[in-house]
């Protein structure tokens, strides 16, 4: 039967003007004398008819196409003619057709034009670096009007006393020193960008209360460092992408200045500030619009023109970083901004530099997102390039704990048929960050301890940690061939344990790491490297009545990389008549073993090397 990923030419999305193809499959028994496809946005509806084109085996194959003049999502559904009346067809699990009434459409995103997002970052793999707690090196010298720097890198991350309010200002002076004496390392890994968590002047350790967008922290390093650091991640192949929080400020900042640290007078200080219209107050200066009502953080009013010229002027924000070589810009919470402020944002990017990848925070599926009642058109050709893959995170973790093979099936292709390819292989395939609890945490299958005193301190005991590395194996490679770019959240591959913030914000354990998940996450990078074609192409699902079995096929076909995942209790035989993508020998039948995953390819991506 029909299904999206295999009979719709473009795979995936759409565009205004562009022919989509489509071709429907029926047994030939259903008779049908006429078959059309439907298309509908809001009260307005197209149909094509789809002719005969050709039998394949049983099934007769009707072809034809649409043209959408109008770009937004549309919904579409299948009808066949027949001599016993109508049949209809609507979207059955995994994006197959089933007949029957009253049935799910298919989505088609149609974008206002076919774009393209830049190639560099989507055969590489991304490293997801928190600023304070990667690396350190050099002179470190604690300015912080609060807080304390840790002398030993090794201690765990503060956390809020009982009743008390978390502060956020424990320090471990993880700088661009640090990180740029470790690309060697990061190299190692096969990583190609850089993703840092914010670098900006800040009173917290995370950074995301920027204090000043035109400073970079002196704890990080300062500017000179760090522009040295993009300078030296350049030379080794590696670019650099930086976390953009536009939505807020910090309280304590120059622009808002509520703890008098500034010495220019800030929105809470007086009403004649040339900040005071950049902040919503209801009764002013205590109670004002803030983020998820956290009073550390206000929202900033992204109309006001003189924040519009700051971020996005043609000496703004984005166009000093970018110019440093930066190149790139994951956005925080994208869908608290405007509309008209993040095309803005994204035009003031793409204006310093064409070829920067623009990734949005959106933790649902992003070409449908509703935000404060509104539809977000983030992949309309001048918004996001991708967002962060939190749907994919979830569909990984419902395969290796539940061995749900339809959920995670579903969950793929819905993503692979509303993307279009261009954003789908732009977003960042992850399955951990520092808003989620530790990778190896969470695949552990174990039950958090009651209070955060006792998550602080709670570690897997070595029977846990077992089933937490093989499932943590598992899931990587999934990660790792699954459309996007991997983004490897800093210590998953080096087995750092935790749960939520800020347990899952520890240092880095140099000298502790896990040897074995170390060895297993350089190879996933050299695998990567050597079938950078077919993890480019197109997904496709195959069917296997006991196991997860789906391929990466390079646009011209002549590359196919194939991924097997085991989700039973026992071993299973295959026979595979192909490479060992990890190692290019040649396999004739192989065995998966329980909760494990294999990857075979035809031994095409040997030449990307």
């Known amino acids: 039967m029909f299904n999206p990923l295999t009979h719709k030419v473009p795979y995936g999305a759409s565009a205004v003007g562009q022919r989509t193809e489509f071709y429907f499959p029926l047994p030939a028994s259903y008779g049908a004398e006429k078959v059309f496809v439907i298309a509908r946005k809001g009260e307005r509806e197209i149909r094509a008819e789809l002719p005969f084109s050709h039998f394949s085996g049983d099934d007769h194959i009707y072809a034809g196409n649409l043209v959408f003049d109008e770009a937004g999502v549309w919904k579409y559904r299948f009808e066949a003619k027949t001599k016993g009346g109508t049949v209809y067809f609507g979207r059955a699990s995994g994006g197959d057709a089933i007949s029957g009434e009253w049935?799910?459409?298919?989505?088609?995103?149609?974008?206002?034009?076919?774009y393209k997002t830049p190639y560099w970052a989507k055969d590489g793999v991304m490293y997801q670096i928190f600023a304070d707690r990667?690396?350190?090196?050099?002179?470190?010298?604690?300015?912080k009007k609060h807080g304390r720097l840790h002398a030993d890198w090794y201690d765990l991350p503060d956390i809020a006393e009982e009743g008390q309010d978390y502060r956020a200002d424990d320090f471990f002076g993880g700088n661009a020193e640090g990180i740029k004496g470790k690309l060697s390392y990061l190299k190692s890994l096969g990583v190609t960008t850089i993703y840092l968590t914010p670098v900006f002047l800040s009173s917290s350790n995370h950074r995301y209360d920027t204090a000043d967008y035109t400073r970079i922290d002196d704890l990080f390093g300062g500017e000179k460092s760090f522009r040295a650091l993009v300078a030296a991640a350049a030379k080794e192949g590696m670019s650099v992408v930086l976390d953009g929080v536009f939505n807020h400020t910090g309280a304590d900042s120059v622009y808002f200045n509520k703890f008098d640290n500034f010495d220019s007078a800030g929105a809470y200080q007086s009403k004649k500030s040339p900040y005071y219209g950049w902040y919503t107050f209801f009764d002013y200066p205590d109670d004002y619009h803030c983020w998820w009502g956290s009073t550390v953080v206000p929202t900033v009013n992204k109309s006001a023109e003189g924040y519009?010229?700051?971020?996005c002027g043609d000496k703004g924000v984005v166009a000093k970083?970018?110019?440093?070589?930066?190149?790139?810009?994951?956005?925080?919470?994208?869908?608290?901004?405007?509309?008209d402020f993040t095309e803005l944002l994204c035009a003031a990017i793409r204006r310093e530099n064409p070829d920067c990848l623009v990734v949005g925070e959106v933790w649902e599926d992003a070409s449908d997102k509703m935000s404060y009642g509104t539809w977000r058109p983030y992949f309309m050709g001048d918004e996001l390039d991708g967002v962060m893959n939190y749907p994919f995170r979830r569909a990984i973790f419902d395969l290796i704990l539940r061995g749900d093979r339809e959920a995670f099936r579903d969950a793929v292709t819905l993503i692979a048929e509303h993307y279009p390819k261009e954003s789908m292989d732009a977003c960042l395939t992850l399955l951990g960050s520092h808003d989620t609890v530790r990778a190896l945490t969470a695949l552990s299958g174990t039950d958090a301890p009651l209070t955060k005193e006792e998550r602080r301190d709670f570690r897997l005991s070595p029977e846990f940690y077992g089933l937490a590395v093989l499932r943590l194996k598992a899931a990587s490679i999934l990660q790792y061939t699954l459309p996007g770019i991997p983004c490897v959240y800093y210590g998953d591959e080096a087995g750092m344990q935790g749960f939520e913030d800020p347990l899952n914000r520890g240092t880095?354990?140099?000298?502790?790491?896990?040897?074995?998940?170390?060895?297993?996450?350089?190879?996933?990078?050299?695998?990567?490297?050597?079938?950078?074609?077919?993890?480019?192409?197109?997904?496709r699902f195959v069917e296997d009545g006991e196991i997860t079995v789906y391929e990466r096929i390079s646009d011209d076909g002549a590359d196919i990389l194939r991924v097997w995942y085991n989700p039973c209790l026992h071993a299973v035989w295959r026979d595979i008549d192909a490479y060992d993508a990890f190692t290019g020998e040649e396999v004739g039948t192989v065995r998966i073993p329980p909760l494990s995953a294999f990857v075979s390819c035809n031994g095409g991506g040997k030449s990307d090397e």
């Not at 049935?103 to 076919?114: C, Y």
């Not at 519009?308 to 971020?311: C, G, P, S, T």
């Not at 880095?508 to 040897?515: S, V």
Request: net charge positive; charged share 30%; proline share 4%.
């Open 103 to 114: 049935l799910p459409e298919w989505q088609m995103t149609v974008s206002k034009f076919a």
């Open 134 to 143: 990667f690396a350190r090196a050099g002179k470190v010298e604690f300015r």
């Open 308 to 311: 519009r010229e700051l971020i």
């Open 321 to 339: 970083w970018t110019a440093a070589g930066v190149r790139g810009w994951r956005l925080d919470v994208v869908d608290e901004l405007p509309t």
């Open 508 to 539: 880095y354990p140099w000298g502790r790491e896990n040897d074995d998940l170390l060895a297993h996450y350089k190879a996933l990078g050299v695998m990567r490297a050597r079938n950078k074609r077919a993890l480019t192409g197109r997904l």
